[in-house]
């Protein structure tokens, strides 16, 4: 071997001939079962290529990849094994020159094949299968960096080495499930098939660019399909892990469009097949948090809420084909509420990778698919079409609440923007307690950014609040601006959510703890008035009961009240209104324990019979607290006028009122009663008159546009002369309109009856005292 490799060396173009000759002599020798010689000739070649590296190796690579195709040809794996060792030789070898006219084709089969080695012997089938493995790894090392090999990327090779590998990882899935013990592995054990083909498929796919990721990624899915993998899901995840961790991280949204694609591919495949496909999609959305989302974010939503619809659909109609009366395959009900579950979740787990400027985005993306009664969506009619609005409106609804959760947002200005706000409160007033939880939720989601709302959990009377460790900021200029913009619209809603009669407890305690975090996160001196003025009109709510409450209801609220107004006169921290508060409590507790939340808010809760005939001691009242507080230099007018809700085009969604209440709803508000002091008139009633000058109005608008159009143009055109004499005029006639005002104010003013006219015809104007006169009231201070 010294003398030929010397040989070679000196007289390089001998080189193909020499392998030409090896070559011939293997292939006899292989042919006639002389495997001593076999292994002799390989071992030359071997040593012949890793020595010499000069320009023309080219030819001498074709006798040896001739004489390894023959060896991997052969039936006996310890020729297999050979040739495949020689090859991986070869592959690790980096040439100076590149080969134009070399194909892998054959090695590519070769090894796919051998990675699929059913032979009786296990152990001879490992080593098959190792073989198999180290070979594809060799053809990738080989062809993926020179550009001008066979193009592994190709679907044509990626369809035969991604399914090999994953057959091996598949397999060991299966082996681990009936091992005893994974302590007991032996070093020789440790280097399994499986090892081996993960080591390859990350070396593959790391070496992946941005073209040739989809064409890595489609065999693993077709894989999965082929083999039902997605079922159990523990497979696809662990398969979806090995590839997010493997790319490169600007690459991940490629996957995420993947397996999106995929899921619509499927959606009328079983419920199980899709949801193992959305969870896998939760877990690579995790890992891609880390790279990039990329410009597929709304993409994503928009396909998961799009799943979500069918799903409802499918549990609705029981088909995968609404045309069909008859489904050809039976929809499991259950199965596909573990579906819609597992988009719910996947929602949550994309959002929560997202910055919060995205995640608002997405919110109101989720928001404007949500079905409500408005002007502008139609709903699904009939009884089938409102089931499938309700399933819609919670599904939605939930899939917000996992996005909100965890949001922190130092504006709520731009985490609730008004359009978003007034969408989310629309429900609130819903017949259907789940829906109107849903929405109370999300509200305490958003506006808890200290992390307080577990701390609000159970309603109670507690002594002291130190106990709970509450975290209060004070109230920001930004939240301030956001309570004066929308503080009215929370009011009412929590106001007329406490009027519902299908509230149970959670219900109550969802408006506990919003009442509480308003207070702690959002509350300034004027907001802390207005939530005292509008849990004593929940009271009131209570104590009059037009709305024929259920005894347990009313019970309810006045805990309610209890609670809030125990844990708000702490937070102000005036003596006289938290003693007051504790006299009542204290009060209650002797004689009517029923209205504190330790008797209403349990299981089984103590109620009376009658709640008519409670004496004023047992109650908040409205003049005391105005009283005390008035005391410490809070607004204490505002305190003492009532809470009334403001009425706004909400009620014509309202399911209380007909389409023709609603058009003659009269609405007045005191502007008293109104933060910003303004003059509210009240709404018209719409008849055929006003629609009439609607309309005319319009031409009106019409004519004065043109007559601006004119003034401009005659300014614009017009000479300047008489531009000049034209301004002059108008000068003239203000000035003389200006002696009259300036004559009138310096002369005494005359007399109520006007101006006397003497018998001689000259006017006589009789003057009357200062302190008789009358003035406007705005002129009085």
């Known amino acids: 071997m010294e003398k030929l490799t010397f040989y070679a060396l000196s007289a390089p173009e001998k080189l193909d001939r020499i392998g030409a000759y090896l070559s011939e002599r293997l292939i006899r020798d292989v042919s006639r079962h002389r495997y001593g010689y076999v292994c002799i000739a390989m071992e030359a070649l071997d040593q012949l290529l890793m020595a010499c590296h000069c320009q023309s190796i080219n030819l001498f690579v074709e006798s040896f990849l001739k004489m390894v195709a023959k060896l991997l040809e052969s039936e006996k794996p310890n020729l297999q094994i050979l040739g495949t060792n020689s090859f991986v030789k070869f592959a690790n070898i980096e040439e100076d020159t590149p080969s134009y006219h070399r194909s892998y084709d054959f090695f590519v089969s070769r090894f796919s094949e051998m990675c699929h080695s059913s032979h009786d012997d296990p152990e001879i089938r490992t080593k098959i299968r190792m073989s198999g493995i180290k070979g594809l790894q060799g053809v990738v090392r080989k062809t993926v960096n020179d550009e001008l090999q066979a193009n592994i990327w190709d679907p044509q090779h990626m369809d035969k080495i991604v399914p090999s590998l994953l057959f091996n990882l598949q397999h060991a899935e299966e082996a681990e499930s009936r091992s005893p013990s994974p302590l007991q592995a032996t070093e020789k054990e440790k280097e399994s098939p499986a090892e081996l083909a993960e080591r390859c498929l990350r070396e593959l796919l790391g070496r992946a660019a941005y073209g040739n990721i989809k064409n890595a990624i489609k065999p693993v899915l077709i894989h999965l399909d082929n ?11 662990r398969c979806f892990k090995i590839i997010m961790y493997s790319i490169q991280p600007q690459h991940s949204h490629l996957v995420i469009q993947q397996l999106l694609g995929h899921l619509d591919a499927n959606s009328k495949s079983a419920a199980t097949v899709r949801a193992g496909i959305v969870e896998v999609l939760s877990e690579a959305a995790v890992i891609a948090a880390s790279g990039s989302v990329g410009p597929t974010v709304l993409e994503v939503f928009n396909t998961l809420l799009r799943q979500l619809r069918l799903s409802i659909d499918y549990e609705l109609t029981g088909s995968y084909d609404c045309a069909i009366s008859i489904g050809t395959k039976i929809i499991k009900e259950h199965e596909e509420r573990m579906f ?32 409500l009664p408005s002007l502008h969506h139609a709903l699904d009619t009939g009884k089938a079409g409102e089931n499938r609005n309700r399933l819609t409106q919670i599904m939605l609804l939930k899939s917000l609440l996992q996005v909100s959760i965890g949001f922190q947002c130092t504006n709520m200005l731009t985490a609730l923007p008004s359009s978003f706000l007034d969408r989310l409160l629309s429900p609130a007033l819903m017949e259907d307690p789940e829906i109107r939880l849903f929405v109370l939720e999300i509200l305490i989601s958003f506006i808890d950014r200290q992390g307080n709302r577990h701390k609000f959990s159970t309603v109670s009377t507690i002594s002291d609040i130190s106990v709970l460790k509450l975290k209060v900021d004070k109230c920001s200029r930004q939240d301030t601006v956001f309570m004066k913009k929308h503080a009215q619209q929370l009011y009412r809603h929590i106001y007329l959510t406490c009027k519902e009669e299908g509230n149970l407890q959670s219900h109550y305690e969802a408006l506990y703890s919003m009442l509480a975090l308003i207070s702690i996160e959002l509350a300034n001196e004027e907001v802390v008035v207005d939530l005292i003025r509008l849990v004593l009109a929940v009271q009131e709510v209570a104590q009059i009961n037009e709305d024929n409450l259920p005894v347990y209801n009313r019970c309810a609220l006045y805990a309610l009240c209890a609670a809030y107004l125990n844990l708000i006169s702490q937070l102000t921290t005036v003596p006289a209104f938290c003693q007051h508060i504790h006299e009542v409590i204290d009060m209650r507790q002797k004689e009517a324990m029923y209205l504190l939340p330790e008797d209403i808010f349990v299981e089984r809760p103590r109620l009376t019979r009658s709640l008519d005939r409670l004496g004023p001691e047992v109650l908040f009242r409205q003049s005391k607290i105005s009283e005390v507080l008035g005391g410490s230099g809070y607004n204490s007018d505002r305190l003492s006028t009532p809470y009334i809700p403001q009425l706004t085009d909400e009620d014509r969604l309202s399911k209380r009122k007909s389409i023709g209440e609603t058009i003659s709803l009269q609405v007045e508000v005191e502007s008293r009663n109104s933060p910003e002091k303004e003059e509210r008139a009240p709404a018209e009633e719409i008849t055929y008159e006003t629609l009439k000058k609607a309309i005319d109005s319009v031409a009106v608008e019409e004519q004065e546009r043109e007559r601006r159009r004119q003034v401009v143009e005659k300014f614009q055109k017009a000479p300047f002369e008489e531009i000049a004499a034209h301004c002059g005029a108008r000068a003239t006639l203000l000035q003389s309109k200006l002696n009259q005002i300036f004559e009138i104010t310096i002369r005494p003013p005359p007399s109520p009856s006007g101006t006397i006219t003497a018998a001689y015809g000259q006017p006589q104007n009789h003057s009357i005292p200062v302190y008789e006169m009358k003035f406007p009231d705005l002129c009085v201070y």
């Open 227 to 237: 083999h039902s993998l997605w079922e159990p899901k523990i497979f696809a995840v």
């Open 340 to 371: 819609q579950e597992a988009v719910i979740k996947t929602i949550g787990t994309f959002a929560s990778t997202l910055p919060t400027y995205q995640r608002s985005e997405v919110m109101l993306f989720i928001m404007s698919k949500v079905p």
